[in-house]
């Protein structure tokens, strides 16, 4: 009996004392809007449910916070979120709160501190570090190795041409995986022809099972999740593809050593990083090495296989873009060089109108380190403030009527002169932005033009899509290729 009025005792003081700590945050949630809440539960059941459900259920709420003002608190579990939709807030945000949401801790579990998920202090330190590496100078010293995986995916597809329907985003990311590794570490992993590996094999599944407890309230106290035979396999399979890098950075470093690398010409990302005036220990090499392979590959190969679907079914632009290639590359079959990618402005404009329709990194996650001074409130330190790019870049409020439309033309010089400089952000804003978007609107570029060089595509619209941390078609990205000069 004791015993018991012990706990009982101590739960209590440890509840005074955790509302205590959050008293903030209570006085901010009387004061913020609330929409779709339930009592107890708060908003947490607007996320139960799959990825295409989950995805709907964000869209309804999303609506709702922008029918009543745009902007809204959500209460997810113990977790108060700051939603808002009007591009002021969301540039104080992304410029004041550089730390990640607790959101992020299942990706610290695969990428420790590297850059993507890093605390802010150790962030500041390594972000300046990394920023030179991926200067535009470069990223065109890998132009030739776009465009050579470009092309082994144009001979891939041959298989497809003239055939029915296909998911074309299998063959794209695994040209982006040959792109990104051998632009990254130097491996030539040859993924086109050898899609199916061990380390590939282990790396998407700590993609599904991070992705499934992102959204399964249940799975994300460690307690419950380390009861589960999840917790071993992601262990096992971390532990996999942890092994692989660490084994290539052994060997660069021991080659780094003996001076065997090239003094002059291409480096990889890896090399760069080596020869940079910096103690990195090995695990943060593997960090920041596996955070850039990850976050570069589905990002844009889900861009060039989205892109592919628009101009599938938008026979006008894509005639567009061809007469453009045309003019650039004539009857030449040559790899796209520097000048190249400059003169392809309408292509351009269809990427960007690309990431505005289908934002593959659909919400970005901060929190409030410190007050922070908003329009109508000022957040306390501890927030989580959610910034949903997918729901802002089709709001009618930002872009008119027509914002479910595709017009490229959106993007011309003349009609974006007013756009706030946060109506559109696939690419996120301020200093946390992503650090490889050069990287990526090149690499798109190169791809989109070596396949469009050589296919025409037909395609259906896309109507039912899944959110898995980026977002995903439901049906796959099914588009019909045939050979244009045959
Ligand atoms: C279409 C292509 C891409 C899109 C849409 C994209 C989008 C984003 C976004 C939205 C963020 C911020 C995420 C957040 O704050 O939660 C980010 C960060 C990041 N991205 Fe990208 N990205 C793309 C391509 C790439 C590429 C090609 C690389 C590397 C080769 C890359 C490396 C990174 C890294 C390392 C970060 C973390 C930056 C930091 O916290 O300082 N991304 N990206």
């Known amino acids: 009996m004791l015993v018991f009025t012990l706990i009982f005792f101590c739960a209590i003081l440890y509840y005074i004392r955790f509302r205590r700590m959050r008293k903030p945050l209570y006085e901010i949630s009387e004061v913020l809007p609330s929409v779709g809440d339930l009592p107890v539960l708060g908003h947490t059941h607007w996320f139960i449910g799959g990825p295409e459900k989950l995805l ?68 500041k330190v390594h972000r300046k570090v990394l920023l030179p590496i ?81 959204f399964k309230a249940w799975l994300q106290p460690d307690v419950l999740f380390n009861l589960t035979q999840y ?38 990302l890896l090399e760069l990083l080596l020869n940079r005036d910096f103690n990195f220990t090995n695990e943060q090499l593997r960090e920041h090495i596996d955070s850039i392979t990850i976050a570069g590959n589905d ?28 003019s650039i590359f004539g009857e030449s079959d040559r790899i796209p060089t520097k000048e190249d990618l400059s003169k392809m402005d309408y292509l351009e404009r269809v990427i960007k109108e690309t990431m505005r329709l289908y934002t593959v990194v659909p919400i970005i996650g901060r929190k409030t380190q410190k007050e922070l001074k908003l329009k109508n409130f000022t957040l306390p330190a501890g927030v989580g403030c959610a ?19 595709f017009d490229p033309d959106r993007f011309l010089p003349e009609n974006s002169v007013n756009r706030h400089p946060c109506a559109f952000i696939p690419f996120s804003f301020g200093s946390r932005n992503c650090i490889g978007r050069h990287f990526g609107m090149m690499v798109m570029k190169s791809v989109l033009a070596t396949i469009l060089r050589s296919y025409k595509i ?26 244009r000069n045959p």
């Not at 190969?301 to 007469?323: F, M, N, P, T």
Request: glycine share 4%.
């Open 387 to 405: 910034v949903a790019t997918f729901v802002m870049h089709r709001s009618k409020n930002l872009w008119g009527p027509d914002a479910d439309s």
């Open 134 to 214: 991926f200067h535009n100078r470069i990223i065109e010293e890998f132009l030739p190795t776009f465009g050579e995986q470009a092309a082994v995916l144009v001979k891939l597809l041959e298989e497809q041409a003239g055939k029915p329907e296909f998911d074309i985003y299998k063959y794209i990311t695994s040209c982006m995986l040959d792109i990104v590794f051998e632009t990254a570490i130097g491996e030539k992993m040859d993924v086109q022809h050898n899609p199916d590996t061990p380390y590939l094999r282990a790396r998407s599944c700590v993609m599904s099972i991070i992705s499934m407890r992102l």
């Open 56 to 123: 709907s259920n964000i869209k309804q709420l999303a609506n709702l916070v922008d029918s009543s003002g745009g902007q809204a608190q959500i209460w997810i579990g113990p977790l108060l979120y700051y939603v808002t939709l009007n591009p002021d807030d969301v540039q104080k945000i992304l410029e004041n709160c550089l730390e990640k949401d607790v959101s992020y801790k299942f990706l610290q579990t695969w990428l420790g501190d590297g850059l993507f998920v890093a605390p802010v202090d150790l962030w």
């Open 231 to 268: 917790a071993k396999i992601q262990r096992e399979n971390i532990d996999f593809t942890h092994k692989f890098t660490d084994e290539v950075i052994k060997k660069k470093k021991e080659q780094h050593k003996k001076g065997e690398l090239l003094k002059e010409g291409k480096k990889d």
């Open 458 to 483: 037909k395609s259906k619209t896309i109507n039912r899509l899944k959110i898995e941390i980026l977002l995903f078609p439901v049906p796959g990205h099914m588009v019909s290729i045939e050979k």
């Open 299 to 326: 990002t844009t190969a889900l861009v060039i296989a989205y892109a592919l679907l628009l101009l599938g079914s938008h026979d006008d632009a894509q005639d567009k873009v061809v007469e453009e290639l045309k």
